[in-house]
Nanobody
Framework: QVQLVESGGGLVQPGGSLRLSCAAS????????MGWYRQAPGKEREFVAR??????RYGDAVKDRFTISRDSAKNTVYLQMDSMKPEDTAVYYC??????????????WGQGTQVTISS
């Protein structure tokens, strides 16, 4: 089973940028959809972005500001976050979903990385 480790979180001023990384311990198979979610204090976990072998999708709150990408050679997924806002403050989680199943099965979650937007 693949294990995921996020990194790259930190404190950024409003309008700033961060790039998160999610490193997979095993091979990031083409049938894995890799996703980013976030959870702010007192709120439910929210979908941020996901990437498959052929497309990407974004949550409405981050569309046009965040970019997800994957480097299969490095078994790593990235989340480039630009024009950040205080409401982007949350713990960001990476996950892997195996889409060979119906319904698709979550393979793994990372432990999360804290992102804080504050002046």
């Amino acid at each position: 089973q693949v294990q995921l480790v996020e990194s790259g979180g930190g404190l950024v001023q409003p309008g700033g940028s961060l790039r998160l990384s999610c490193a997979a311990s095993g091979r990031m198979e083409s049938y894995y959809v890799m996703g980013w979610y976030r959870q702010a204090p007192g709120k439910e976990r929210e979908f941020v972005a996901r990437i498959s072998s052929h497309n990407t999708r974004y949550g409405d709150a981050v569309k046009d500001r965040f970019t997800i990408s994957r480097d299969s050679a490095k078994n790593t997924v990235y989340l480039q976050m630009d024009s950040m806002k205080p409401e982007d403050t949350a713990v960001y989680y990476c996950n892997a979903i195996d889409i060979r199943w119906a319904p698709p099965r979550t393979v793994s979650w990372g432990q999360g990385t804290q992102v804080t937007i504050s002046s």
